[in-house]
């Protein structure tokens, strides 16, 4: 039975003037254990992480497997003492997996971090939703299962510390991606968002073309089309609420779609101007 809600206390004054972050394990709940959770916490229990884990879906066979608890009652995941929650779900599902959660059952402030693909969003959500003693970080790691799957160094993790008061549990958060190699980008949840609609969104809107275009290897392939044809799978292997979710709750792709789709217009234009331009008077 989780206490009833209330405020909890501040907490313990921190050494802002710390160099070195905390390397001590961390205990970490993670909601959501879909294809990138699964993929993150490989890492996380490597380095010694104390990880436990709910999900809409029953995976308790795989936790097991992986040697790390599984919870299925959502009460009983939050009264777990953990000191960092991260919020892995589909972009889609956050507002209602958010809200309802029965944070009453929390025992101790804690550090709330999510990975999604959009930053503004989820920013919002949180903290409108999270109790006030509640730490924020927004994060969003720019690689996945596959151009993760041999190390982490030198890829990108960006990161907006949207209101942190326990400057020790963030840094031994973050560590976990910088101990790997990344390249640690700080930045805001609005600049990541306008980048990477032109970035991301970009990439997976033509990846998603190509599939629809049943794009395939021919045998006098060029590099250039190879490299299409990597776009093509590598982005249709991300779920379509993935896809969505960038669109949906991303204010600026909706302008990318239009930059796009004005681009093949006027592409188009000008190779019917230089067609039209070619044909022989004479005839
Ligand atoms: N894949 C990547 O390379 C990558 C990279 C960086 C960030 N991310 C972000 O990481 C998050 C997870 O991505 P993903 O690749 O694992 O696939 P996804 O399709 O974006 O999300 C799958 C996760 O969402 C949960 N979910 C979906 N609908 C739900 C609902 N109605 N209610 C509750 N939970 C629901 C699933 O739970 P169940 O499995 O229990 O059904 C699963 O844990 C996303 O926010 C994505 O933007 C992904």
């Excluded at 294809?35 to 436990?52: C, D, E, N, R, Y």
């Excluded at 097991?64 to 972009?91: P, Q, W």
């Excluded at 958060?173 to 101990?179: E, G, K, R």
């Amino acid at each position: 039975m989780c206490k009833p809600s209330t405020s909890h206390l501040p907490p313990l004054p921190t050494h802002p003037t710390m160099t070195s972050p905390s390397q001590k394990p961390l205990k970490v709940g993670i909601i959501g254990f879909g294809p990138f959770a699964q993929f993150l916490v490989k890492t996380m229990i490597k380095q010694g992480h104390s990880i436990k884990a709910t999900s809409r879906s029953d995976y308790t066979q795989l936790c097991t497997h992986l040697g790390i608890s599984f919870f299925r009652d959502m009460k009983a995941f939050l009264e777990s003492n953990n000191e960092v929650i991260l919020l892995c779900t589909s972009i889609l599902s956050l507002s209602q997996v958010i809200n309802s959660l029965p944070f009453n059952c929390l025992t101790q402030p804690t550090l709330f971090v999510d990975v999604l693909s959009v930053k503004e969003y989820p920013r919002d959500l949180m903290l409108q939703v999270l109790p006030q003693d509640s730490d924020v970080l927004c994060t969003h790691p720019m690689f996945g299962p596959e151009s993760g799957k041999d190390g982490w160094n030198d890829l990108t993790f960006m990161y907006e510390k949207v209101r942190i008061t326990n400057e020790a549990t963030c840094s031994s958060f973050l560590q976990i991606f910088a101990t790997e190699g990344c390249k640690m980008m700080e930045m805001t949840c609005e600049e990541h968002d306008k980048l990477s609609a032109r970035s991301q969104f970009l990439t997976h809107t033509i990846g998603r073309v190509l599939s629809e275009m049943e794009v395939e290897p021919t045998p006098i392939d060029t590099k250039g089309f190879q490299k299409l044809v990597q776009v093509k799978e590598s982005t249709s292997r991300d779920s379509f609420d993935l896809f969505s979710g960038l669109f949906i709750h991303n204010r600026f792709a909706k302008q990318q779609l239009m930059n796009i789709e004005l681009a093949v217009e006027t592409i188009k234009q000008q190779l019917v101007k230089r067609m039209n331009e070619q044909v022989d008077p004479s005839i």
